[in-house]
């Protein structure tokens, strides 16, 4: 069975959120389960593409509204990734080196849109399925289905997988020459709110859609940014599916991003070694609590609650508690956090930046991860922090819910808080620091938790399975 999948993001090709994280990993494990699955995604001017051997596979030229544009198809040489990778280049609009917030973003992902399916279609490939991921990839089920010029491709079954339903890279109907000759009266399946809304189009034409843990699903139909009653009546194509984690990248007993390794038998000494190192570089005490949060500074994650939260939880337990956090994203917040760092330089640090290394130290030398998102599709940090032996402290909302118990009901093993408010944070955090109190309780914890399964394996079958029921 032969998938493409497409992305805007890929691990370690180009990566801003989770997203990456998945399609980085999800086909690698589709691969041994058989398939043959590739990733196809934009070119980026980024460190593994100068770092790695492309060859050139195919060129070709589409046309966005009136502009003819020239592109090429190159795949990486060695599938070392586990899986085939093309990227599709076009010179002055996919070949920069950031992935959004470009100015002509609706024309650089209108542009790989129909980069891929006119290399399908002309080099006359017929994959079993066309597995989409987000919003830049959401007219192609349209596309596919509807657009005269595609019509060789409508029979291939599309999955399109929601990561973020906040987002719909919706624009105006003035832009609709963009897209290829189509029949007027299907230009309803374009429109949602008087726009054309590639999430809500894709939503509509695609053969089945998931969300990325069962959780998210019921949510959508609540709360996606005005998609809400999309999602109710489109809700027996919806299937929900738990993300897994790289399991080969995430290991505490080998990741090369680690000072130190260790495995759930030597956590204790492991972890306290790795904390001693992140706590040297950012000044911190190595005997209190090391409550940390990694993420994008956005309202979506809480970020804008730290600050305070933090701050009254300085105040409250003082010398007991030390907060780091990781993380680039609003100015307000940013500033804020600075501003605390500099309050309470004994008790919290902070690094504005993105830092793939830091960020694995930080799993590994933590002993809380903290995350109060007010949605949070799946959230992959709690279980590469679970997987280090690092307790999550997260709001229960979509797969924070389908993934953390709270310690205090049977066989739990995080902390659990319902609303996204400061008081709410601030009574976690107290129970954080009463729990690392009692290093025994931890240390039960932690083996659970580095004893639960995350991999791939599950949710890759869960995947397999829905492709197969579309193809018989
Ligand atoms: P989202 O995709 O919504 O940002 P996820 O929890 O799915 O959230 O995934 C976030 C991924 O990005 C994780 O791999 C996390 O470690 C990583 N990450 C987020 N911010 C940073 C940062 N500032 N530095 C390093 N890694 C980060
Ligand atoms: C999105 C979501 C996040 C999820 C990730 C991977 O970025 O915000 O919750 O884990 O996609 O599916």
Redesign the pocket.
């Known amino acids: 069975m032969k998938v493409y999948h497409l992305s805007a993001e890929c691990y370690p090709v180009a990566?801003v959120?989770?997203?990456a994280?998945v399609v980085g990993a999800l086909p690698k494990y589709q691969n041994q389960a058989g398939l043959q699955a590739a990733v196809i995604m934009p070119f980026y001017n980024r460190r593994f593409v100068h770092e790695n051997l492309f060859e050139m596979v195919f060129q070709g030229t589409t046309l966005l509204g009136t502009r003819r544009i020239y592109f090429e198809i190159l795949k990486e040489q060695t599938n070392k990734l586990g899986f085939e990778l093309y990227l599709i280049k076009i010179p002055g609009l996919l070949d920069r080196e950031n992935i959004y917030s470009y100015p002509d973003e609706l024309d650089q992902f209108m542009a790989f849109q129909l980069c891929f399916l006119d290399w399908i279609n002309w080099s006359g490939q017929t994959p079993d399925i066309v597995h989409c991921h987000d919003h830049h990839t959401g007219l192609v089920p349209f596309l596919m289905y509807h657009s005269n010029l595609y019509k060789r491709l409508a029979h291939i079954p599309t999955i399109f997988t929601i990561?973020?339903g906040q987002y719909h890279g919706a624009f105006g109907w003035d832009r609709l020459g963009l897209l290829p000759e189509i029949d007027f009266y299907k230009t309803g399946l374009l429109d949602w709110n008087g726009g054309i809304n590639p999430l809500a189009s894709a939503v509509k034409c695609c053969w089945r859609y998931t969300t990325v843990s069962p959780s998210y699903l019921h949510e959508l139909s609540i709360s996606s940014n005005g998609l809400e009653y999309l999602f109710y009546i489109e809700r027996q194509k919806g299937g929900g599916i738990l993300n897994g984690i790289d399991t080969d990248v995430w290991d505490p007993s080998t990741d090369p991003m680690l000072p130190v390794h260790f495995k759930s038998a030597t956590a204790g000494k492991g972890k306290q070694q790795n904390k001693q190192l992140l706590c040297e570089r950012f000044g911190l005490s190595t005997t209190r609590p090391l409550i940390a949060f990694?993420?994008?500074l956005v309202t979506e994650k809480g970020a804008d609650l730290l600050p305070a939260a933090v701050e009254r939880s300085i105040k409250e337990h003082g010398d007991k508690v030390n907060f780091l956090i990781?993380?680039?994203g609003d100015s307000p917040t940013e500033m804020s956090l600075n501003l605390l760092k500099q309050l309470y330089p004994y008790n919290c640090n902070v690094f504005l930046?993105?830092?793939?290394a830091?960020?694995h130290l930080i799993y590994a030398g933590a002993d809380f991860l903290l995350m109060p998102s007010r949605v949070e599709p799946?959230?992959?940090?709690q279980m590469?922090a679970m997987r280090y032996g690092t307790v999550p402290i997260v709001r229960s909302t979509g797969g924070l819910r389908d993934t953390v118990i709270d310690f205090g009901e049977e066989n739990g093993y995080g902390i659990r808080f319902e609303q996204v408010s400061v008081d709410d944070i601030c009574v976690s955090v107290t129970r954080a620091v009463l729990l690392y109190q009692d290093s025994k309780n931890m240390q039960l914890l932690r083996k659970r938790m580095m004893g639960l399964d995350f991999s791939w394996e599950r949710s890759a079958d869960e995947y397999i399975h829905l492709y197969q029921s579309l193809i018989s």
Do not use: M, S
């Open positions: 990566k959120g989770g997203l994280d990561h973020n990694i993420g994008r990781l993380g680039a930046g993105y830092d793939e830091l960020a799946c959230g992959l940090n590469y």
